[in-house]
């Protein structure tokens, strides 16, 4: 079975730019969220996607915007890119919208870096 | 909002000895606690998680503890081995999403 899939795995943007990241879950899957990893830290929540439904928002700015489609796949968008969007994004699936009785699984996630 | 910390940063053992990681939570609405093992550029993997109706939790040599008074829970490594060495992150969250709050992590050092 295929994994969670992410694309591209590795990106260069300069400062300005916009980029989209993309993700499909796992078969059966209907939650995508999204983390972004800055080197040497911990992750930080961005969304959560529930059956094409926004579930929850972390504390990012309005340059930040996501999407799920009806194939359950995603699409993180990032306007405006800052030096300091240079991270690792990594995107979940699970089976529910919560986390009772359920694991999340990540993909390799995207490496962006912004010059 | 959720404020998870994990201690200590940087986690230096000889091989075979034990490791123990802790990390605190705030928000006594948690019930989900997973640990996490990240390798050097690659993604986190799930190595073994907990739950606010169950004490400990064992998988092989790794084991979680969770003590829901005092908000905190810890991951036990024991006969460590070289692959053992990684970055280890917790996380907790609430029942009704997956917004998994992390902690900063530790670097687990396996001496030979």
């Known amino acids: 079975d295929a994994g969670v899939t992410q694309s591209p795995t590795h990106l260069i943007k300069t400062r300005g730019q916009h980029v989209t990241l993309r993700c499909s879950p796992i078969s059966g899957h209907k939650s995508v969220s999204w983390y972004q990893q800055v080197l040497g830290q911990g992750p930080q929540f961005i969304f959560q996607?529930?059956?094409?439904?926004?579930?929850g928002r972390g504390n990012f700015p309005d340059r930040f915007s996501a999407r799920q489609f009806p194939n359950y796949s995603s699409e993180l968008n990032v306007n405006a890119l800052l030096l300091g969007d240079s991270a690792l994004y990594l995107c979940?699936?699970?089976?529910?919208?919560?986390?009772?009785?359920?694991?999340?699984?990540f993909g390799e996630g995207s490496w962006l870096t912004v010059v | 909002g959720e404020n998870v910390e994990q201690h200590p940063s940087t986690l230096s053992v000889q091989e075979g000895d034990s490791a123990v990681i802790k990390c605190t939570y705030s928000?006594?609405?948690?019930?989900?606690f997973p640990w996490y093992k990240q390798e050097l550029g690659k993604r986190p993997q799930l190595i073994i998680d907990?739950?606010?109706n169950v004490g400990e939790k064992k998988d092989q040599r790794i084991a979680v503890t969770l003590n829901k008074t005092a908000k905190h829970f810890s991951l036990h490594i024991t006969e460590t081995q070289p692959e053992d060495s990684a970055v280890y992150f917790c996380a907790a969250s609430k029942g009704s999403n997956y917004q998994l709050i992390w902690g900063a992590g530790t670097k687990l050092i396996i001496k030979p």
């Open positions: 907990i739950r606010s």
């Open positions: 979940a699936s699970s089976s529910s919208s919560a986390s009772s009785g359920n694991t999340i699984y």
């Open positions: 996607y529930y059956e094409k439904e926004e579930r």
């Open positions: 928000d006594s609405a948690s019930n989900y």
